[in-house]
């Protein structure tokens, strides 16, 4: 994960350096040679993702001019340091206490998560609406396209509103295994803890906007960051109201996902048919880039 650009490219090394030192643990180990089990705990995860991402877009930070910048929930941390808002040190402390955190949540009010494939976004937020029932809450957690959407909650609630999509005309609903209910109400108790975590670190004004999750506006003050990053925790990813304002505000441009996978990259040519996106999570993707650019 991430070690081929760290032997590439001396920026992306010294990213894992930073972390590694910030964490007081070689995480950068753990990416490259495991064990899994234990890089795929909640607050290893977290700033692994985000330690990668990092790595990535060092590598090709020279032939970059970013108009804007997003990330789809924990990746939002990442476009706040791309952004010069905070520090990757910083950043990598902040996801693992987030990890952490989250986790904390689940334990104290167990939630699950599904994902809706192939029915409209409201449609999917309406039927959530009806199988809320007294305590137990269900919500569109993740709104990733326009007939893609994960739920989010109480597991009684997440089961009833599944069976209403299903009956309302979605093509799969898939369980996802998760250790808690993300941004869903039941993510509450984490809240105030993250708040704390936040104004703990210097956090400055973006050099360029941030499309917030929770609001899918620009957010151009150090303020507004860490207000919505809190609120993100319980508020829905709205991924295709950002892709959608990144696109009406950057016209032309291309959409660079830079970290593991491509999946982004693949929402954004379902979101915004017309865009050029790109993605770079590995040193051959980096170089092939900079070709591109320098060409």
Known sequence: MGRDLAER???ARAVFEAVDDALGMALSRLMWEGPEGDLTLTHNAQPAILTHTLAAFAAVREAVQPVAGAGHSLGE????????SLEPSDAARLVRRRGELMFEAGQSRAGTMAAVLGLASELVEERCRQASQGAEVVVAANLNAPDQTVISGDPPAVDRAGSMCKA?????????????AFHSPLMQSAVE???AALDDVPFADPRFPVIANASAAPVRTAADGRRLL????????RWVD???????????????EVGPGT???GLVKRIVPEARAVSIGSA???EQFLTGASG
């Open 168 to 180: 309302a005309g979605a093509k799969r609903v898939l369980p996802l295994k998760v250790s808690g």
């Open 230 to 237: 809190a609120d993100q925790l319980t508020a829905p990813v």
């Open 263 to 265: 999946v982004l990259a």
């Open 284 to 286: 051959a993707a980096a």
């Open 77 to 84: 941390y990442s476009a706040y340091a791309v952004a010069g």
């Open 242 to 256: 950002c892709m959608r304002r990144a696109a009406a505000d950057s016209s032309g441009t291309t959409f660079l």
């Open 9 to 11: 490219f001396p920026a």
């Open 193 to 195: 803890g993250l708040r």
